[in-house]
C-alpha cells in the first residue's frame, strides 16, 4: 500500500512540502483538508500542479493517512487536534510547520495525542505567501527544527527524521522552549522591528523624499515588513510569552546607542558597529547559518539593450542568473546593475568572463 500524506493547510510552506514529498514518492497519495465545497485557489493550483491527489471536506476523511501535515496558522492549527484524536490510527504521525511550538506541545498532551505528534518547524520561507510561491527548493538544505514528546515512539522519531533528511532539510533536534526563545529573537523580534521601521518612514514628514531615496540597506532590513499581517498576528500573539523579554532587551540596546549618540561618544558607538559586525560575520561562516549571496554589480550605461547584453553573453556561456536588476541608490553598493547566481561557480566564471568583455564589474 502507498504510503499516503494528509494536510491542512497548503500555503508556502505546506505546498512546498507536499511538492517534495511528490518528489521523493511520486506513488504517494497526497490529500489535504478543505474547509468549503468551492475549492481555494491553492488547492485548485495544486491539483493542476499534479501535486495534490484529492481534496477531502471533512476532517475525517484524513484517518487513512500514515502523516498529518498542519499548516495553517498556530491557533488554528491546535483547534484541529481533538477533531484528528477521534480519527487516526495508532501509527499515524501528526506533525506541524508552525513557528511556535510551547502552546500546541500542551495542546496535544491535553489531546492526549502525545504518542502521534512530533513537531516541526522548517527555517525557511518568504514575504510571499500561497501555493503559487511554493517550491522544494525551498526545503533543501534549510534547518528543519525538531520537537519532540516524552511519549512519541523512538522508532516513529526516526521515520520521521528520515524523512526530512529526504526532504533534504537538515533535522534539529531542540525542545520547545529552546526552539521558542530562539525564533523569537531570531525571527519574530526582527519582524516586529521590520514592520516598525517601516511605519516610521510612513508616519515621517518627508515620507516622498525617503520613499524615493530608499536604498538597499534600508530594503534589505524591511523586506520581511511585507509578510501575511494575519499570520504574524498569530505567530506573536501564541510567542509573547518569549518575544517580549526579547524585544525589551533590544529596547534596552537601542537606549544605549540613544545614550552614546547623545554624550557624543564616539569609542561606544564604534565598539557597537565592530562587535555586531564581528558577530554577524561568524554566522555567515558557519555554512546554513546565514545562505551565501553570489552577487557581483556592473557598471551599465543608460541605453538600450545594456541589460540584454549582459544576459547574452552569461547565457551564451552556460550560465543562469537567479536575478537581476537596477540599483538606483548605491549607498552600500557599487555598479548600477546587480546580477544574483546559484552558486560561487557560476559568480567565479561570470566575473572572468564579464572583465575579459571589458565590463567594469564588483564583487
Not at 487513512?64 to 488554528?76: G, K, M, R, T, W
Request: with cysteine; hydrophobic share 40%.
Amino acid at each position: 500500500m502507498n504510503i499516503q500524506f494528509g494536510f491542512i493547510g497548503l500555503g508556502l510552506i505546506g505546498g512546498s512540502i507536499a511538492r517534495a514529498l511528490r518528489e521523493i514518492e511520486p506513488s504517494c497519495r497526497i490529500v489535504a483538508y478543505s474547509r468549503k465545497p468551492v475549492l481555494s485557489e491553492d488547492i485548485r493550483s495544486a491539483i493542476n500542479a499534479n501535486v495534490l491527489d484529492q481534496a477531502v471536506f471533512t476532517v475525517e476523511e484524513l484517518k487513512d493517512c500514515n502523516y498529518i501535515f498542519l499548516c495553517a496558522p498556530v491557533d488554528s492549527n491546535i483547534s484541529y487536534l481533538p477533531k484528528l484524536k477521534d480519527i487516526i490510527s495508532d501509527d499515524t504521525v501528526i506533525t506541524d510547520v508552525g513557528s511556535v511550538k510551547s502552546g500546541i506541545h500542551a495542546a496535544v498532551k491535553t489531546a492526549g495525542l502525545s504518542a502521534n505528534f512530533i513537531g516541526g518547524h522548517p527555517m525557511t520561507g518568504s514575504e510571499r505567501t500561497g501555493f503559487a510561491n511554493s517550491n522544494s527548493l525551498l526545503l533543501e538544505n534549510a534547518y528543519y527544527a525538531i520537537t519532540l514528546t516524552e511519549d512519541c515512539p523512538k522508532e516513529r522519531v526516526e521515520s520521521f527524521l528520515s524523512l526530512v533528511k529526504r526532504m533534504k532539510s537538515i533535522p534539529v533536534l531542540l525542545s520547545p522552549e529552546e526552539h521558542d526563545d530562539a525564533v523569537a529573537a531570531i525571527s519574530h523580534v526582527p519582524h516586529l522591528i521590520a514592520a516598525q521601521l517601516v511605519n516610521l518612514v510612513r508616519t515621517s514628514e518627508d515620507t516622498e523624499t525617503m520613499r524615493l531615496l530608499a536604498a538597499g540597506g534600508f530594503k534589505d532590513i524591511t523586506r520581511i515588513a511585507s509578510s501575511s499581517p494575519s499570520l504574524w498576528e498569530s505567530i506573536l500573539s501564541a510567542n509573547s510569552a518569549f518575544v517580549l523579554p526579547v524585544l525589551r532587551r533590544y529596547i534596552s540596546l537601542l537606549s544605549d546607542a540613544e545614550g552614546a549618540l547623545s554624550s557624543n561618544n564616539k569609542d561606544e558607538i564604534r565598539s557597537l558597529f565592530f562587535e555586531a559586525g564581528e558577530f554577524r560575520n561568524s554566522l555567515q561562516e558557519r555554512k546554513g547559518v546565514l545562505p551565501e549571496a553570489f552577487v557581483l554589480h556592473a557598471d551599465l550605461r543608460d541605453e538600450a539593450g545594456a541589460i540584454a547584453t549582459f544576459a547574452t553573453i552569461l547565457a551564451s556561456h552556460g550560465i543562469s542568473m537567479k536575478n537581476i536588476g537596477i540599483v538606483h541608490n548605491r549607498d552600500y553598493e557599487q555598479g548600477a546593475l546587480r546580477i544574483e547566481f546559484y552558486d560561487r561557480d557560476s559568480l567565479d566564471r561570470a566575473f572572468t568572463l564579464l572583465s575579459d568583455n571589458r565590463f567594469t564589474v564588483y564583487r
